[in-house]
RNA sequence: GGAGGGAUGGCCGAGCGGUCGAAGGCACCGGUCUUGAAAACCGGCGUGCCCGAAAGGGUACCGGGGGUUCGAAUCCCUCUCCCUCCGCCA
């Protein structure tokens, strides 16, 4: 949510912000309706401070003046109702307006209608041939007893998965690399809840607008508050402190959630069909700052959580690139957007598999997450999140990139200690 | 699943349907006193919105939503959350 004073000064920029997303929004609805509200408010508030003045006289009159004064009350009753009515009507599609109207994209952000206009920034390692017909994750992994896929199906569907042996152990070793290179940089690890309640996913700026992508789950006491499953842990952990405001002394927060995450895929089907690149349901550790609203301060936040991802990338010894994402591929929400994508040889393509965001206060405004500044002044924080490690995708560029002529898979070194020294993977 | 209790400002905690944004205490900030500190004393100390250049004024908020009333922190309904006891269970 954009702050509705700044949307008044600066309605051009909001503008142009939209038409560089790509979003349809009509700015000026949205000022004729901040204004609308400004003028019944006014009236509503000189109705009410009127009948609050001679209700307080009731109580000392007796008599015809009290009849008097009551019969008065009665019509200025029916003013504040009108009035509160309609100013009920102006302020519902106003929010809503409000909650849609997308966050200008940072001047950074390279102009471009999707991810075809994404720019690469660098690239890490080489990807190199492999000198032999490459095998993609699914064929090497069912090869190796890492994987079950159509036993799976039948548990659970399209786009599910079971992980077995040495590939459950790997997952779960990949995962505490991931948590341990985060919490050696400082962060504090959460484990969070994946079933939450709805303002959460407003509050992040996912709703309106990813209902269909996201699991709903009826709550049996309340039909009017339904629990959704998060699509990842950004959700929870950037809601952690909703509603609060925080010391500026405490900032900045850093925190690494760690939970399963569940994406409908809804509208993504013939798309990434084959083996765990895009599944219903997976792991992932997710890191969020939450800190003062000091743009050089997000911009310094951005430039070290997206190094702690490449950490882990390099740490797992996989050829990536970093794409500085398209505006119009930004989302509503998102000032600024790096992706990191991994080289899968199976693809013979990059894959994303890390998405570094910096939100301004965009997240913060809907999440009511505010600060005492050291002038004293209260404001609202800024917010960022990347990907720490999320899995099965990883592991679909573990295993392709570190696969052997043989079908075996070679352990990157940082990944061995958590598999008992584990150096390679081979048919069992 | 059954029975009951509760939710008030950063924290604790009062609050006959009107003069309650809300007593009191703690914490915090400023001042007096002191060589300095503590103690004591004096003062300040919520958030949003509207009007205003500002000073200031208005309005809303006592877990959320709805209702009764001229008027609700106080009465009624409902939801959420917390606590106690019984039952069941990882």
Not at 125 to 135: H, I, K, T
Request: net charge neutral; with cysteine.
């Amino acid at each position: 949510m954009l702050d509705p004073a700044y949307i008044r000064e600066h309605p051009d920029a909001v503008r142009r912000g939209a038409r560089r997303k790509g979003i349809a929004f009509d700015v000026d609805r949205l000022l004729a309706l901040d204004e609308e509200r400004r003028r019944l408010t006014r009236l509503q508030e000189e109705a009410r401070a009127e009948q609050k003045a001679l209700g307080r006289q009731v109580a000392t009159l007796a008599g015809p003046s009290r009849a008097q004064v009551l019969e008065h009350l009665a019509g200025l009753k029916a003013r504040v109702q009108a009035h509160t009515e309609d100013l009920e009507r102006v302020t519902t599609e106003l929010d809503a307006l409000l909650l849609a109207c997308p966050n200008p994209p940072d001047e950074d952000a390279p102009d471009g209608p999707d991810e075809g206009a994404n720019v690469e920034l660098r690239r890490w390692g080489e990807v190199r041939d492999l000198g032999f017909a490459a095998r993609d994750h699914v064929e090497l992994m069912t090869g190796l007893g890492m994987l079950e896929v159509e036993r799976a199906g039948r548990l659970a569907g399209s786009r599910s998965y079971v992980l077995k042996g040495p590939g459950a152990l790997l997952e779960q070793a990949v995962l505490r690399l991931a948590q341990d290179v985060i919490v050696a940089r400082g962060f504090v690890l959460l484990s969070v809840p994946v079933l939450v309640k709805e303002w959460t996913l407003r509050g992040t700026a996912y709703f309106p607008g990813a209902e269909e992508q996201t699991y709903r789950i009826a709550n049996p006491t309340s039909d009017d508050e339904p629990y959704w499953l998060v699509g990842t842990s950004e959700v929870s952990v950037t809601a952690l402190h909703g509603g609060e405001i925080l010391d500026a002394a405490q900032l900045p927060l850093r925190y690494a959630g760690v939970s399963t995450c569940f994406r409908r895929e809804a509208g993504t089907y013939g798309k990434d069909t084959r083996g765990v690149y895009r599944v219903h349901q997976f792991q992932k550790v997710e890191q969020v700052v939450v800190d003062v609203a000091d743009d050089a301060r997000s911009l310094a936040h951005h430039a070290a959580i997206l190094d702690n991802a490449e950490e882990v990338l390099r740490r797992l010894e996989l050829p990536y690139r970093v794409m500085a994402v398209a505006a119009g591929d930004l989302g509503r929400g998102a000032r600024y957007k790096v992706d990191l994508e991994a080289w899968m040889p199976g693809r013979q393509a990059f894959g994303e598999t890390h998405s570094a965001t910096r939100f301004g206060d965009y997240q913060a405004r809907r999440l009511n997450l505010r600060y005492r500044d050291t002038d004293g002044r209260v404001r609202f924080c800024h917010t960022l999140n990347n990907t720490v490690v999320a899995s099965p995708r990883v592991l679909v560029a573990l295993v392709e990139a570190h696969q052997q002529p043989d079908g075996s898979v070679r352990i990157p070194t940082a990944l061995r200690p958590y598999l008992g020294g584990l150096e390679a993977i081979r048919a069992p």
